[in-house]
């Protein structure tokens, strides 16, 4: 389900490169902005955060027609990241490379003045149903 990405080049300001893991608390993602510029957004929500969005950190490929989440007026992002991992059912990661071409396929949630960007996922891709039955959508 996309438990961390790496972050690594321009977007990390020093260029060294950056692992970021859902379950701290202050995780943010860098999503691409309509200029081709980097923003630094909250990665989803968890559990005992506040908060009006939903406690998750990845959104389901067909949320974006979802009426549910009509209130939380969905935007398709990119999230630019060199790699993510997926840990197997023994809890061990697996890193996967994205191409320089690649991002992740983000949605960004907005609340008030909450905004949250989220994983989208979907089905894994032939032969890695071991280690995960749910998988982040790539995004050219």
């Given at each position: 389900?996309?438990?961390?990405?790496?972050?690594?080049?321009?977007?990390?300001?020093?260029?060294?490169?950056?692992?970021?893991?859902?379950?701290?608390?202050?995780?943010?993602?860098?999503?691409?902005?309509?200029?081709?510029?980097?923003?630094?957004?909250?990665?989803?929500?968890?559990?005992?955060?506040?908060?009006?969005?939903?406690?998750?950190?990845?959104?389901?490929?067909?949320?974006?027609?979802?009426?549910?989440?009509?209130?939380?007026?969905?935007?398709?992002?990119?999230?630019?990241?060199?790699?993510y991992m997926e840990r197997d059912r023994a809890q061990q990661p697996h890193w996967f490379d994205l191409v320089a071409s690649q991002c992740l396929q983000g949605v960004?949630?907005?609340?008030?003045?909450?905004?949250?960007?989220?994983?989208?996922?979907?089905?894994?891709?032939?032969?890695?149903?071991?280690?995960?039955?749910?998988?982040?959508?790539?995004?050219?």
């Open positions: 389900m996309c438990g961390g990405v790496e972050v690594a080049g321009r977007f990390t300001g020093n260029g060294r490169a950056r692992r970021i893991y859902f379950q701290s608390p202050g995780a943010e993602l860098p999503v691409v902005q309509p200029d081709g510029s980097i923003q630094w957004i909250p990665w989803g929500r968890r559990p005992r955060q506040p908060g009006a969005l939903p406690a998750s950190g990845w959104a389901r490929e067909n949320c974006m027609t979802l009426e549910a989440w009509e209130r939380y007026r969905p935007q398709a992002v990119k999230i630019a990241v060199q790699r960004l949630l907005e609340a008030e003045r909450e905004r949250r960007v989220y994983v989208v996922i979907g089905q894994p891709p032939p032969g890695c149903e071991f280690i995960q039955d749910r998988w982040p959508l790539i995004a050219a």
